[in-house]
């Protein structure tokens, strides 16, 4: 099992920056890792995913802003966001899946507001 904590959510204002952190308790070398994120009176949504062989994929709304990587060494992930809009406010989720196996994070808050 795999314990998973996100951090570096907080208050932004649209068009800035924020970097989350996912760091797990253990390897995460062959697990598919990901980014979710769940805004109030929506379902949760992914963002952004890395297979363990490091291929990406991303949401439309997340394509050319938002960057997700991983270090295996550290056994963390990450997702950089750039210009983030009022629309990208949610909770952010960390994901972790090998096989039928699925763990995730208790979120960390992103809100862009001016």
């Known amino acids: 099992q795999v314990q998973l904590v996100e951090s570096g959510g907080g208050l932004v204002q649209p068009g800035g920056s924020l970097k989350l952190s996912c760091v797990a308790s253990?390897?995460?070398?062959?697990?598919?890792m990901g980014w979710y994120r769940q805004a109030p009176g929506n379902q949760r949504e992914s963002v952004a995913t890395?297979?363990?062989?490091?291929?990406?994929n991303y949401a439309d709304s997340a394509k050319g802003r938002f960057t997700i990587s991983r270090d295996n060494a550290k056994n963390t992930v990450y997702l950089q966001m750039n210009s983030l809009k009022p629309e990208d406010t949610a909770v952010y989720y960390c994901?972790?899946?090998?096989?039928?196996?699925?763990?995730w994070g208790r979120g960390t808050q992103v809100t862009v507001s001016s």
């Open positions: 994901n972790a899946a090998v096989w039928a196996n699925s763990y």
């Open positions: 253990g390897s995460i070398l062959h697990y598919h």
């Open positions: 890395m297979a363990s062989g490091d291929v990406t």
